[in-house]
């Protein structure tokens, strides 16, 4: 499985981004797309993430109402989309996938990472 994380940039504080993530090769093996962010000498954590079969999700405190993590089954693709952004919220975002059948926070139990996008919010 691969996973291809684009949309990232330079927004102002109170700006929007829309992150997507678009997976392929075997993707019929996850079951779980959740995105994940890292500054430097910060630990990686969790966003959100979302199931693939029946579109339920899991969001983290911070992101409640500001971010909206939606699918395309067709397109193989999972989206971000970021509200009302602080300087906080930059960081590297990261999408990953897991064979779970639970949505995880624990990036432990995602197995494919993709490259990751940065996300520069400034104040």
């Known amino acids: 499985v691969q996973l291809q994380a684009s949309g990232g940039g330079l927004v102002q504080a109170g700006g929007s981004l829309n992150l997507s993530c678009t997976a392929s090769g075997r993707t019929g093996i996850t079951n779980i797309i959740g995105w994940f962010r890292q500054t430097p000498g910060k630990e990686r954590e969790f966003v959100a993430a979302i199931r693939w079969i029946d579109g339920d999700t899991l969001y983290k405190d911070f992101a409640k109402g500001r971010f909206t993590i939606s699918r395309d089954s067709a397109k193989d693709t999972v989206y971000l989309e970021m509200n009302s952004l602080k300087p906080e919220d930059t960081a590297v975002y990261y999408c990953?996938?897991?064979?779970?059948?639970?949505?995880?926070?624990?990036?432990?139990?995602?197995?494919?990472w993709g490259q990751g996008t940065l996300v520069t919010v400034s104040s």
């Open positions: 990953a996938a897991s064979q779970m059948g639970f949505i995880a926070r624990n990036g432990a139990l995602y197995r494919y």
